[in-house]
């Protein structure tokens, strides 16, 4: 099974920060690598998928990068709405695996 | 648009079957080429895959649930189902469902089922 990391576990910021969270994977996934973001109570909602690939709906101030075992999402001119936690996911192979989140706090 | 509905029992006793079922609506089940999955995270904790079912019935499990989970469609009903034997309190979580094949989108609500006596 693929073993997903992320860092930092949770990170300060202020609005109109730039963020990056990076997520690294114990074995290639290629490019099938997703994003979601999730608020208190409510479901995740995915964010990017296809390692760069914004879902439609989302804001352009989200973005994605990497290959292989590292990637990067950025959040650029941080809004209010935008504090929650966020999770990788591989979809490279069965079973699909999640990182452990990275809180964005105020 | 797609939506997504969990339903079934928030309370389970130990040892017992936990069952939920995955009601889609504003599209059916049968359109495009998806999978539709179960994931469930408990409180404070993160998401766990547990499976999906294609409209042909057929299935992947994440092998730490496999041999005590079932998942199942009903393309008549426009329904998916979740079936976990022998609970134990370690699977009390919220269970969401999601479409998908590769990623999730959309996701129900989730749904809190409570392993206890």
């Known amino acids: 099974d693929i073993q997903m990391t992320q860092s930092p576990s949770s990170v300060s910021a202020s609005v109109g920060d730039r963020v990056s969270i990076t997520c690294q994977a114990s074995?290639?996934?290629?490019?099938?690598l997703a994003w979601y973001q999730q608020k208190p109570g409510k479901a995740p909602r995915l964010l990017i998928y296809?390692?760069?690939s914004l879902q439609s709906g989302v804001p352009s101030r989200f973005s994605g990068s990497g290959s292989g075992t590292e990637f990067t999402l950025t959040i650029s001119n941080l809004q209010p709405e935008d504090f929650a936690t966020y999770y990788c996911?591989?979809?490279?192979?069965?079973?699909?695996?999640f990182g452990p989140g990275t809180k964005v706090e105020i | 648009q797609v939506q997504l509905q969990e339903s079934g029992p928030r309370l389970v006793k130990p040892s017992q079957t936990l069952s939920l079922t995955c009601t889609v609506s504003g599209g059916s089940i049968l359109t495009a080429n998806y999978y539709w999955s179960w994931i469930r995270q408990p409180a404070g904790k993160g998401l766990e895959w547990i499976g999906r079912v294609y409209t042909t019935g057929i299935t992947n499990y994440n092998p730490s649930l496999e041999s005590r989970v079932t998942i199942s469609v009903d393309t008549s009903k426009n329904q998916f189902s979740l079936s976990l034997s022998s609970v134990t309190a370690a699977d009390t979580a919220v269970y969401y469902c999601a479409r998908g094949s590769l990623t999730m989108d959309p996701w129900g609500q989730g749904t809190l089922v409570t392993v206890s006596s």
């Open positions: 296809g390692t760069s």
């Open positions: 996911q591989q979809a490279n192979s069965l079973p699909y695996s």
């Open positions: 074995q290639d996934v290629t490019y099938y």
